[in-house]
């Protein structure tokens, strides 16, 4: 027999996009059924690292949770900056914040998506968020009274009826496939891979996160990121027209950089492999794309929200999630689903919010083609601390970071103004 539900909201997949969906709807004490795939703790191929954005909308939800996850040393690792190594093998080390009291706390951290996603997943249960892990969607209907979800999870067989759906089922989500029939810019689109290392040598004292900007991957990168209990997540991320174009492949050419790189091999030799290395893909924010219409919205990976420079998407998700319900409380109060006035709630308020952002990214990916402009810039960072300290406020000020985009910029560095 089939079990009939009647909501206001399904959301698919409780990854950070979805966690951060559900958190905010039960802030607003608004019902709805979580549909997950997966069974928690489930691991995600990621490179672990969370920055100011994660951090915020955990403090925005609520203010303790942050200090929960500095106060496990042995889940979360605290990270106070970057190192971004040039093409020609320069390193340049920023800090998030070069003012920093000892008693502030650090503005992002690292973290194994198995133990994050599951922090996050233990968060949700509430009067107002009914789960279901272990599900698996059979159809999904689009109807003049809103969505009807069926799915299977054991021998039983449900049916969730709701006004409105929310895709947080990440790279290759079913509600953006059944919704909106948009496939992936190969432009938009990059592969990465991830491992997990023991006794790497030479990580920063504060664990700066290591971005190396090897040629062969451009605008691609190589990661070195320091995790809790001296673990180290080692990953490429690589655009997938690149590989196609140049018929690279990507676990050979990490594996190749780890032995030959004269900036990294050294720092390998006596590490272990304690993973097998996994693959996944980056669905990245290049252009503004729809995320609502009709009876859904789309949020996280499933909305294409990845940072095109950084590779970035923990933050964005976490983030589209809690404006995904700021629309949806608006959306349920006025009885509007459409996809006029989801575009307005929705669409409109999240490029408002990190278009911009988005955009400089594009454009700094784009840059990064050029290797003598990135040796360029990291060598005249690493003669003028002023220089250097502009850098790390791009980090937080966005009006600072699109000055990168002006060629003023770089005739300002050349000649020392
Ligand atoms: C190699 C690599 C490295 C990365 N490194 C970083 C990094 O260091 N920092 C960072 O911020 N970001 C990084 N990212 C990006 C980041 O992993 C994603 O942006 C983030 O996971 C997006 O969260 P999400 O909730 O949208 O999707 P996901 O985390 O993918 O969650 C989607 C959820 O939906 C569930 N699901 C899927 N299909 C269905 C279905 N049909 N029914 C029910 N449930 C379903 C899945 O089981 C999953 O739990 C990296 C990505 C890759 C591939």
Not at 60 to 65: F, I, L, S, Y
Not at 164 to 178: C, E, F, Q, S, Y
Not at 325 to 342: C, D, G, N, P, V
Request: glycine residues 8%; aromatic residues 10%; positive net charge.
């Amino acid at each position: 027999m089939v079990k009939t539900i009647d909501t206001k909201v399904i959301i698919v997949g409780a990854g950070p996009a979805g966690a951060g969906t559900s958190i905010y709807l039960t802030l607003a004490g608004i019902p709805h059924v979580i549909i997950e795939k997966a069974t928690f703790p489930r691991d995600k191929v990621c490179g672990d690292a969370c920055s100011g954005k994660t951090a915020f909308v955990l403090r925005k939800a609520n203010p303790a949770w942050l200090q929960e996850v500095f106060q496990q040393p042995d889940k979360f690792m605290p990270s106070h900056g970057i190192v971004f190594v040039a093409p020609n093998g320069k390193p340049l080390h920023i800090a998030y914040n070069p003012n920093r009291k000892p008693e502030d706390l650090a503005p992002g951290f690292t973290t194994p998506r198995m133990v994050f996603d599951n922090f996050l997943f233990e968060k949700l249960p509430s009067p107002y968020a009914t789960i279901y892990q272990d599900a698996h969607i059979k159809d999904i209907k689009h109807h003049d009274k809103g969505v009807t979800v069926t799915f299977t999870k054991g021998n039983e067989t449900y049916e969730v009826n709701a006004p409105l759906i929310v895709g947080a089922d990440g790279d290759k989500g079913i509600v953006r496939k059944t919704f909106l029939n948009i496939g992936e810019s190969p432009k938009a689109y990059a592969v990465g891979l991830r491992v997990y290392y023991t006794g790497v040598t030479g990580l920063h004292k504060e664990n700066f996160i290591e971005l190396h900007f090897l040629p062969e991957m451009l605008p691609g990168y190589f990661w070195i990121f320091p995790m809790p209990n001296g673990v180290v997540n080692v990953g490429v991320g690589i655009l997938s027209e690149r590989i196609r174009d140049k018929k690279i492949n990507l676990r050979e050419q990490m594996l190749h950089a780890i032995k030959t790189n004269p900036n990294i091999s050294q720092r390998f030799a006596n590490a272990t492999l304690v993973d097998k290395i996994q693959g996944w893909g980056l669905p990245m924010g290049m252009e503004q794309l729809p995320v609502s219409g009709d009876n859904f919205l789309l949020v996280g990976d499933a909305a294409s929200l990845i940072d095109p420079f950084s590779g970035e998407g923990i933050g964005n998700a976490l983030y589209s999630g809690m404006l995904a319900a700021y629309a949806i409380e608006k959306s349920l109060t006025e009885q509007q689903h459409s996809r006029a006035f989801l575009k307005q709630a929705y669409d409109d308020v999240l490029y408002k919010r990190i278009g911009d952002e988005l955009k400089i990214s594009a454009t700094l990916q784009r840059l990064c083609r050029y290797p003598w402009l990135f040796n360029f810039v990291v060598n005249k960072a690493n003669k003028s601390k002023s220089l250097s300290d502009t850098i790390s406020c791009m980090f937080t000020d966005m009006d600072l970071r699109d000055k990168l985009r002006k060629p003023s910029f770089y005739l300002k560095i050349l000649f020392n103004r």
